[in-house]
């Protein structure tokens, strides 16, 4: 590969969306000679960069469909679903399921299923294998859950997002969540039954928060829970996310969160409010979701 560089003056990209070869893989024979490029669905902003029109309206088919590339160029919501039908059907599940030879096939598709209704929660291993022996899919092991949970990670369909405890300043072993990688993915593997708003944008909130580059953790304050704390070279921001804080016991549920943190560190509310106050009490602030997703330097500026 440093011959064809340096003999014709190139550039060498080489994409890990094979089931066959995958970006560890990759990094791994080549290390040391190149630099991973992770390559995401559209972000809101770049989806409504090429719908254009209403930004409500462009947002509500984003939330539905996602942001896979391919269906910008399909007007027909029919097509559009049958299009990411077919992906479920092949790269997600099958593509995975003939690569590492799994043979309890109903208890894979069982996780994944039980994984997409249950973005925003904490999950652990023992949990989902009890939920799932439960639901009768039998003959399944913390073990196995474990296993395959790191398939699904490393075959990019869903991110692990980790705890960490604030005060004690350690990250914690138990009780993780795990955010789908398109949101039209994990609608269409759940038949489009399940369209819960506050984690389906805590779900694209923390895509976005990856693509923009920042380390994401889930943050533990003594007894209440933060849903992002997001982290760059430079600023760390508590971030909560919910679809509103109008009524007043949501509110104090949300900046509750943010108690006791005197680190100076801006705390930040996202929400789909429309309110023109960005300025909470205790110097919290408050941001619309739309206008997060299409401002790169919102956390900055607000």
């Not at 390559?39 to 209403?54: A, N, Q, T, W």
């Not at 005060?167 to 993780?176: D, F, I, R, V």
């Amino acid at each position: 590969m440093n011959d064809i560089k340096r003999d014709f003056n190139v550039d060498i990209y080489i994409t890990g969306s094979n089931s066959r070869l995958l970006s560890k893989e990759i990094n791994t024979i080549f290390r040391g000679q190149g630099v991973e490029i992770k390559v995401y669905p559209f972000s809101f902003s770049e989806y409504y960069d090429f719908v254009k029109g209403d930004k409500n309206n462009a947002f509500n088919d984003y939330i539905m469909y996602g942001g896979l590339p391919y269906l910008l160029q399909e007007d027909n919501k029919v097509n559009k679903v049958k299009y990411l039908e077919m992906i479920c059907n092949t790269v997600v599940t099958k593509d995975i399921i003939d690569r590492h030879n799994i043979r309890n096939v109903q208890a894979f598709n069982s996780l994944v299923d039980l994984l997409c209704s249950s973005i925003g929660s904490y999950v652990s291993s023992s949990k989902i294998a009890n939920t799932l022996k439960s639901n009768g899919v039998k003959e399944i092991t913390n073990e196995t859950i474990s296993i395959y949970l790191d398939y699904l990670c490393d075959a990019f369909l869903f991110y692990k997002v980790n705890r960490y405890d604030i005060k004690g300043k350690e990250y914690l072993k138990t009780l993780n969540k795990y955010y789908v990688s398109d949101i039209g993915i994990r609608n269409t593997k759940l038949n489009f039954r399940q369209i819960e708003m506050t984690h389906t944008i805590e779900n694209i909130v923390y895509l976005e928060l990856l693509k923009r580059g920042y380390i994401v953790d889930i943050g533990k304050n003594v007894n209440q829970e933060i849903d992002f704390i997001a982290k760059d070279f430079k600023d760390t921001y508590y971030i909560q996310v919910s679809f509103t804080i109008e009524d007043e016991e949501v509110k104090k549920r949300e900046l509750g969160a943010f108690k006791r943190l005197d680190d100076g560190y801006k705390k930040i509310v996202i929400t789909m409010d429309n309110s023109p106050f960005t300025i909470l009490e205790n110097g919290y602030k408050r941001i619309n979701l739309i206008d997060f997703l299409l401002n790169n330097n919102a956390l900055k500026e607000i």
